[in-house]
């Protein structure tokens, strides 16, 4: 079938609501895609939405029963299993977005840099968002498309090695505008401000850009002043204020940021919306994120960029562990190969509860433990979880949503060796891309 008389086809299957339609208009050719988004009426637009996202929804279900059955396998553990055929649906989505309003989208390497999955994320991202030298090293070597690198501030001894990696800087302050714009802009590189866009509504303050006295954005009362004397030499704007929010809390930002800074957009090149979208949520507003997209982009002329991390590999990834020992001291403590500490540090820095597939909360079921570490740290917890069954020494638990900010930030304190990172490939075979040893500990003390 022609390019002319498919998209037609799958304007009608998707005016009817065809869930098959669906899957081939996201299997098609970007130009056909193109033409079909252009030729559909909202009705069917937001129709098309509902069928990606339920189609999505899906094969995630699906997808618990296969984690469990390979954590019942021969897999060794501790281990980080990615899912790339999850990943790929989660990319899917965002191609979508682009689809529908042309804005570029990258990956924020802070939150998920296993770079085996890199290939596969390649084909539908524009490129990598890096927050210092070798974040860019990476994206460059590894992504291999454009490198959006953005520091608070600069190391003058990696600048240039950073300007060779990298084709846009994003600079926290005038100070490092001046001091490093020249020699970017000789490097052929787009040049950007970070601002604060003055709202913010992150609950935990520590994650929050926008919270008093953050040292992250320029604020309006500086930037209205300097910004008219450097304005010659600044191709774009990047805020980030969201994190895991929904699109109406977007909206919110951008009127706080357009009535800011709104007057000095005209003229730009591009203007980015930073992070912390949980676009690939199940819940998330993508027909409000749409708008808000072609709206500014029709207001100001400008190229918008999203950078999404953690929501690119939402619940694509696990972490399975096993339990090493029962003990009780007021409570059944179960003793994992795993760590809060070493392997999961967000559960105690943000902190927060992981889901455990099969499992519920404190004597929400019949059993209830508490899962611990094998750390000397007293406070190396995971939490309180119940089971319709006993555990047993050497079962395998399953920690859901483990592929964002748990292997970037893992560690080896006490020594406790790093867990394996596989992939479940198409094919549904499982690759063991990295293992780790002592080597690794040694190499990182001295």
């Not at 770079?115 to 927050?131: E, K, V, W």
């Not at 090149?269 to 199940?282: A, L, M, P, Y």
């Not at 929501?311 to 562990?321: C, D, E, M, S, W």
């Not at 964002?404 to 499982?430: C, E, M, Q, W």
């Amino acid at each position: 079938m022609d390019g002319q008389h498919l998209s037609a086809a799958l304007i009608r299957g998707l005016s009817k609501g065809d869930a098959k339609a669906a899957g081939q208009y996201l299997a098609s050719p970007a130009g056909i895609r193109r033409q079909v988004v252009g030729a559909l009426d909202e009705r069917g637009l937001a129709l098309l939405t509902r069928l990606i996202k339920e189609a999505k929804r899906k094969k995630f279900e699906k997808a618990t029963t296969r984690f469990l059955r390979l954590a019942q396998g021969s897999i060794e553990t501790p281990v980080y299993l990615i899912d790339e055929t999850l990943i790929e649906e989660n990319m899917k989505v965002l191609m979508y977005v682009k689809d529908r309003t042309g804005a570029k989208v990258f990956h924020a390497l802070k939150s998920y840099a296993s770079f085996a999955t890199f290939p596969l994320m390649a084909r539908y991202l524009d490129g990598t968002c890096a927050s210092g030298l070798h974040e860019a090293m990476l994206g460059r070597k590894e992504f291999r498309k454009e490198v959006h690198t953005f520091s608070a501030a600069y190391r003058p001894s990696e600048i240039r090695a950073i300007i060779s990696h990298s084709d846009s800087l994003i600079f926290n302050s005038f100070y490092q505008l001046r001091k490093y714009g020249g020699p970017a802009r000789k490097g052929g590189l787009d040049i950007g401000l970070r601002v604060n866009p003055g709202h913010g509504e992150v609950e935990t303050e520590m994650y929050n850009p926008c919270a008093p006295c953050s040292r992250l954005g320029i604020v309006h009362a500086e930037f209205e002043k300097e910004f008219p004397k450097l304005r010659k030499g600044v191709d774009g704007l990047h805020f980030h204020a969201l994190c895991q929010q929904n699109s109406d809390v977007l909206e919110r930002v951008l009127t706080a940021f357009v009535k800011r800074y709104g007057k000095y957009i005209r003229g730009l090149k591009w203007v980015n919306f930073g992070g912390g979208h949980h676009i690939t949520r199940d819940d998330y507003d993508l027909e409000r994120l749409i708008r808000l997209i072609n709206d500014f982009k029709r207001t100001f002329k400008v190229q918008v960029i999203l950078e999404p991390g953690e929501g690119n590999v939402l619940n694509a990834g696990v972490l399975i562990a096993s339990v090493l020992d029962i003990v009780k001291n007021r409570a059944e403590i179960a003793i994992l190969d795993t760590s809060a500490e070493t392997h999961m540090p967000d559960v105690l820095l943000m902190p927060y509860r992981p889901h455990v597939l099969n499992s519920g909360k404190k004597q929400e079921k019949k059993y209830w433990y508490r899962l611990a570490g094998p750390s000397c740290l007293s406070g190396d917890v995971i939490g309180d979880y119940s089971f319709d069954r006993p555990l047993r020494r050497g079962q395998r638990l399953v920690f859901t949503d483990m592929a964002l900010y748990s292997i970037v930030k893992n560690n080896t304190f006490n020594g406790i060796n790093l867990p394996d990172i596989a992939v479940i490939r198409d094919s549904g075979s499982v690759e063991v891309v990295k293992k780790f040893g002592y080597k690794d500990y040694r190499d990182r003390q001295s």
